[in-house]
Nanobody, 126 residues
Framework: QVQLVESGGGLVQAGGSLRLSCAAS????????MGWFRQAPGKEREFVAA????????SYSDSVKGRFTISRDNAKNTVYLQMNSLKPEDTAVYYC???????????????????WGQGTQVTVSS
């Protein structure tokens, strides 16, 4: 089992920045690929970014590439999402998720992630 707790969400103006954190406890964090997903009202949950167990390999959706950066600190059992140049369309609840024992390229599919946090709200005003 992996327990995940997100933090860092809030209200920001367009063009601003936020840094989300996801603290993990329970099973060995370093054995999990980690992902960030988001869900806006009335929309399906969508992939944002993912990072491999070692942190060497990352993956981003086209909508956030060049603006968001995913990173992890295995010593602190934490994964981060640095979000810059935020846009109103980035408004959503952001979730972190853990994919146990995933090797190589991290998955973009939410179906591959076994454990999820409760989410943190990000609101970008225009």
């Amino acid at each position: 089992q992996v327990q995940l707790v997100e933090s860092g969400g809030g209200l920001v103006q367009a063009g601003g920045s936020l840094r989300l954190s996801c603290a993990a406890s329970g099973r060995s964090f370093s054995s999990c690929a980690m992902g960030w997903f988001r869900q806006a009202p009335g929309k399906e949950r969508e992939f944002v970014a993912a990072i491999s167990r070692s942190g060497v390999t990352t993956s981003y959706s086209d909508s956030v590439k060049g603006r968001f950066t995913i990173s992890r600190d295995n010593a602190k059992n934490t994964v981060y999402l640095q979000m810059n140049s935020l846009k109103p369309e980035d408004t959503a609840v952001y979730y972190c998720a853990a994919d146990l024992e995933r090797l190589g390229i991290p998955s973009r599919s939410p179906k591959d992630y076994e454990h999820w946090g409760q989410g943190t709200q990000v609101t970008v005003s225009s």
